[in-house]
């Protein structure tokens, strides 16, 4: 059973950064590739970022040039670092990771930008 686990969300001041953290509990090269989404509070699911088992990266366009994933290996961890933070960034953020048509989901981490 692949276990998500996300961490570093909380509020923040607009224009402030956070990392958020997805711990997976095997190996991240065994998904064919690991995002990160986001729903704000009556608004649908989104796309944030997406880094596939090759390192391609693809970002939102609402959040490039601000937010960046990355990854660790040895950690088995993806990261979300979140600069220059915006209040319509507030939502949920949660973990995924694709293996084939199978998806797996951490359960979120709250993220509120607010002054």
């Known amino acids: 059973q692949v276990q998500l686990v996300e961490s570093g969300g909380g509020l923040v001041q607009p224009g402030g950064s956070l990392r958020l953290s997805c711990a997976a509990s095997?190996?991240?090269?065994?998904?064919?590739?690991m995002s990160w989404y986001r729903q704000a509070p009556g608004k649908q699911r989104e796309l944030v970022a997406l880094?596939?088992?090759?390192?391609?990266?693809n970002h939102a366009d609402s959040v490039k040039g601000r937010f960046t994933i990355s990854r660790d290996k040895a950690k088995n961890r993806v990261y979300l670092q979140m600069n220059r933070l915006k209040p319509e960034d507030t939502a949920v953020y949660c973990c995924?990771?694709?293996?084939?048509?199978?998806?797996?989901w951490g359960q979120g981490t709250k993220v509120t930008v607010s002054s």
């Open positions: 995924n990771a694709r293996k084939i048509v199978t998806n797996h």
């Open positions: 095997g190996s991240i090269f065994s998904f064919n590739d």
């Open positions: 880094i596939t088992s090759g390192g391609t990266t």
